[in-house]
């Protein structure tokens, strides 16, 4: 058999399965936390180029597959033109409001930032990424992370030089967040790793679309006031204690690159 | 020629996996068992060469692809190799001599066996979209044709 087919005899076979099993089980006991660091480190380049790479191909094709939509989204822009300009008069007013307003999302500590790049996106563990710094660049688990003043998500595990991020559209990720000016609150979830959705909003609470959404900073490492997004269609049942709303944020969770991580 | 693109097909297809790793579009990061196909080429001459090739191959791409469980692919692989020899050894329909069709068997054995694994530790695969199908079958065609190239040609006098 040996040199004229691919099976393998039962001793080779056994041996294999017990010798992958060991793999795992040192995996679970952590043996091979030097050697990650290591590839990770020789290899970061080529991670973070091949992000990069695929990032920009990703925009190429949806580009080129949008195109025959361009246009009925042009005709659709200019009708929507002509109303910004007029509901554009009436926010001027409300301009001095909203001031006092934004004061809410001042932050309640003063914060460090530390720039860093994404460099991978785990496809096995969806809303997850690995970025390109870790614990020798003093970033520790339960760190946040933000794009623009957005939350973006949380350290999950630091190693020396690299550190794991699950980002607000995962589905373990929990966020409690809050209404601005009003005193709806609510839990900010991942849905199948590319959307957010707010739930747990109490029925008697009022909840809009359109209303901006900021963290409690209330049982969770997130600080208050990081803007969290805007609330979308609202979903409500009369048979439910309570309501959900898609949420909708201006930061690109499945093109992230360059990101900040907050230490307190 | 066999040696020279044994060489390439290990040191090479880790790094084309990472590379696609990267990528955003999932069926594309899905083709790690190009790897286990590849050295399937040597099992053929040198068996124990080629267990161990599979073993550190798929470790250390799932090492460097930050997988948090490390040993999977090479129990799916071994896992299905064990399965195609039970098949073969007790089946009295499929021939021994073809090689062609155990290798096939491995192969999409080790995809539902990584499948099955990744879904049961919580992890995702995207192993059965249809997009990794086709591109995991291309593979496979790829490979068993570069197998059959390699293939010395058989006396059909020898006895």
């Known amino acids: ?264 | 020629m066999t040696t020279i693109l044994t060489i390439i097909l290990v040191l090479l297809v880790p790094f084309v996996e990472l590379f696609f790793a990267g990528a955003r579009i999932a069926s594309l990061s899905e083709i790690r068992l190009i790897y286990l196909i590849g050295l399937m080429l040597i099992l053929v001459k040198h068996p124990r060469s080629g267990m161990l090739l599979v073993i550190a191959g798929t470790l250390f791409v799932e090492l460097a692809a930050f997988r948090p469980v490390a040993g999977l692919d090479a129990v799916a692989f071994f896992i299905a190799a064990g399965i195609t020899a039970v098949l073969f050894r007790f089946s009295s329909f499929l021939p021994r001599e073809n090689t062609y069709l155990q290798a096939a068997l491995i192969f999409s054995l080790s995809l539902i066996m990584r499948h099955v694994f990744l879904i049961t530790s919580g992890q995702q695969s995207y192993q059965l979209e249809p997009v990794s199908l086709v591109t995991n079958g291309a593979i496979l065609i790829l490979a068993l044709f570069i197998h059959g190239r390699l293939k010395k040609p058989e006396n059909a006098f020898k006895n």
């Open chain 1, 1 to 264: 058999m040996r040199g004229q087919s691919f099976l393998l005899t039962p001793v080779q076979i056994a041996s294999g399965v017990v010798i992958s099993f060991l793999l795992i089980l040192f995996s679970f006991a952590g043996t091979f936390d030097g050697f990650r660091v290591l590839i990770g480190a020789v290899l970061a380049g080529v991670q973070s180029d091949s992000t990069a790479f695929f990032g920009g191909f990703a925009d190429e094709l949806d580009f080129l597959s949008s195109l025959s939509s361009l246009r009925d989204e042009r005709d659709q822009l200019i009708e929507e033109n002509l109303a910004l300009e007029s509901e554009n008069a009436t926010l001027k007013t409300q301009l001095d409001d909203l001031r006092s307003v934004t004061k809410e999302l001042q932050f309640d500590l003063p914060f460090e930032l530390i720039p860093v790049r994404v460099r991978f996106y785990d496809q096995a563990r969806m809303g997850e990424v690995i970025i390109n710094k870790g614990s020798d660049s003093n970033i520790a688990v339960s760190d946040v992370v933000i794009v623009d003043n957005f939350a973006v998500g949380e350290v999950i595990s630091v190693e020396p030089r690299s550190a794991r991020v699950r980002l607000l559209t995962s589905p373990e990720s929990a966020v409690p967040v809050k209404v601005i000016g009003t005193e709806t609150k609510g839990l900010l979830r991942g849905e199948f790793g590319t959307g957010l959705i707010l739930t747990e909003v109490l029925n008697e609470r009022t909840l809009e679309k359109g209303e901006q959404l900021i963290t409690t900073g209330i049982n969770t490492s997130f600080p208050f006031g990081l803007n969290a997004g805007t609330a979308g269609d609202v979903i409500s049942l009369e048979s439910e204690l309570t309501k959900r709303a898609r949420v909708i944020s201006p930061v690109e969770f499945n093109n992230l690159q360059r990101l900040f991580v907050l230490k307190q």
